[in-house]
């Protein structure tokens, strides 16, 4: 896997400055921000912490799972959170100090041939999170992992490694998911995502929302459980967010999915804060707060997932990046939401302005056009694929006359969808995959290079996949489902229930199967399929499967 090359800037005194603001300081002193976020140094640095023993961990630790992450050929990230009481402030640990943490990775589930075993420290600074970066394993093996702290032992978790460069695997399979907002229901998705015989998983945003919880987990309706006020208020701190992700992660079917497979995450938006674009608020808000706001979501997004350790720039964490498996398959994972321009004309469905037409108008920024285009250029991979936030193709509401737009979408960043575009015809690749969530529905569609023009060229297919449980149970056919299908004759299939997509990919062709759930705001949804798809490679274009 490799990145773009970022220059840290580590400032262990504002770190510390900053871990000693309380919350009404925090909301007020915007220097905070680089503290925050990933101007830190590694967690090796802070050697002279106090080690807590084992006896001082009264209640199992591993309430939170286990996960992997960003696997290569040769590596994997395997993280854990230790949090005896994960839904109290602090977790249940003291403020400061750390403990030691044991893993082991083998070749099977009873780990009889253990392949590697160490030992890490969960320090309080970053939330007792551990990332272990693994290397020197074989390619294309499925791994088992797990975690110990004194007589405590996490649950099992199962990774694999990817293919070689240079070897083209048969087949490759993953899932793309998507958009779980815990108040609007279950994870059931996940659950059945657990038993999917899948490569990896990429997650492309809306990991947790941002608005306040009530005591009976809005529409799960809990009976047997009340969650404490604390979670009934919009994050904005760094505890906030370290507070969500532990009510979110304790949630067994999303453990289950995590411990089933290795998992590619990027963010969008409610990782943060509906719609904010760089570093700017959704509503126009005094954006000095809303700077130290982003770094505190960002610190946390990056302490509860399996990611490598960051490649800090100021307030900033540089997630896209690039993934191989094999020669098979190339993914250039985007971040469509750190860099991108104010959305124009106020936002929402608007009709194009020049504003919104405006050539330099970005949703990736400069340096990240140029890392994809370049990745174009060099790619050998029979297939592209770009897991990426928010909708790539034209989305009309209307069949009369002008139409309104997303202008949160790249519908309302035509110009740079004109690059991007233009720099998959520089490239020559034929077999262009965009994996997309952000909109809680399910879309396949036909990628135009002229979508003023149902004639055009296609140049490649758009799978969005749904949510898993923002917006409820759905429907089949939303109310709009007519208009948007007789609009958009691009579009082959739309769904508005919850669920995920699964994409096959061979050396002919890739399919997409639309997993859905039957209902989330109550437990025991059953798992169907709504509808398949194929493209063949070298011809581009959707097919009922």
Request: proline share 7%; aromatic share 10%; net charge neutral.
């Amino acid at each position: 896997m490799t990145r773009p090359a970022d220059r840290p800037t580590p400032d262990r005194l504002l770190r510390e400055a900053a871990a000693r603001l309380d919350r009404r300081r925090f909301l007020t002193v915007t220097s905070a921000a680089a503290a925050l976020a990933f101007g830190v140094n590694l967690p090796s640095a802070h050697a002279a912490d106090a080690e807590l023993t084992p006896r001082a961990i009264g209640d199992d630790p591993f309430t939170l799972g286990v996960a992997s992450g960003d696997p290569t050929p040769e590596s994997v990230v395997l993280w854990t959170r230790l949090a005896p009481r994960p839904l109290e402030p602090g977790a249940g640990l003291p403020p400061a100090g750390s403990v030691r943490v044991g893993w082991e990775i083998a070749r099977d589930e009873r780990f009889r041939r253990v392949e590697q075993r160490g030992s890490a420290r969960a320090h309080a600074e970053f939330s007792y999170a551990v990332h272990v970066d693994v290397d020197g394993l074989d390619p294309a093996r499925t791994y088992w992992y797990r975690f110990t702290v004194g007589p405590w032992a996490s649950p099992t978790g199962r990774t694999r490694t990817t293919a070689p460069r240079g070897h083209r695997p048969d087949s490759a399979s993953l899932a793309l998911v998507s958009c779980q907002a815990y108040e609007d229901g279950y994870f059931t998705a996940y659950r059945h995502l657990a038993t999917e015989d899948v490569d990896a998983v990429f997650h492309v945003g809306d990991y947790i929302y941002e608005y306040g919880i009530d005591a009976a987990g809005g529409d799960r309706h809990y009976t047997d459980r009340t969650l404490p006020a604390h979670h009934n208020h919009e994050t904005t701190t760094l505890e906030d967010y370290r507070l969500r992700y532990s009510l979110y992660k304790n949630d067994p079917d999303l453990q289950a999915a995590h411990a089933a497979h290795p998992w590619y995450v990027t963010w969008d938006d409610h990782e943060v804060e509906n719609n904010y674009a760089a570093g700017i608020p959704e509503k126009n808000q005094d954006p000095a707060p809303f700077v130290a706001r982003r770094a505190a979501a960002y610190r946390a997004y990056w302490e509860n997932q399996p990611l490598r350790m960051p490649r800090p720039r100021g307030t900033d964490l540089t997630l896209y990046r690039r993934v191989h498996f094999g020669r098979l398959a190339q993914f250039d994972i985007l971040d469509t939401r750190q860099y991108r321009d104010d959305q124009a004309n106020g936002d929402g469905w608007q009709y194009p302005t020049p504003e919104s037409d405006a050539p330099a108008r970005t949703l990736m920024g400069a340096a990240q056009e140029r890392w994809f285009a370049e990745g174009l250029r060099r790619s050998r991979a029979t297939w592209n694929v770009v897991p990426q936030q928010v909708v790539f193709s034209r989305r009309r509401n209307t069949t009369a006359g002008p139409s309104k737009l997303s202008m949160d979408a790249w519908d309302g960043y035509p110009a740079a969808r004109e690059r991007f575009l233009k720099a998959v015809d520089r490239s020559g690749v034929k077999n262009l995959v965009l994996l997309t969530g952000d909109v809680h529905v399910a879309y396949a569609l036909d990628v135009k290079r002229d979508f003023d023009d149902p004639d055009s060229r296609t140049v490649g297919v758009e799978f969005v996949g749904t949510s898993i449980s923002s917006d409820g149970d759905g429907e089949q056919k939303p109310s709009n489902w007519t208009t948007l299908m007789a609009a958009n004759p691009h579009m082959k299939f739309y769904d508005g229930r919850r669920g995920y997509t699964v994409v096959t990919l061979d050396r002919h062709r890739a399919r997409a199967d639309h997993r859905v759930v039957s209902h989330i705001t109550r437990p025991g949804g059953t798992l169907s399929t709504a509808a398949s798809f194929t493209t063949e490679a070298g011809n581009p274009g959707l097919h009922p499967a």
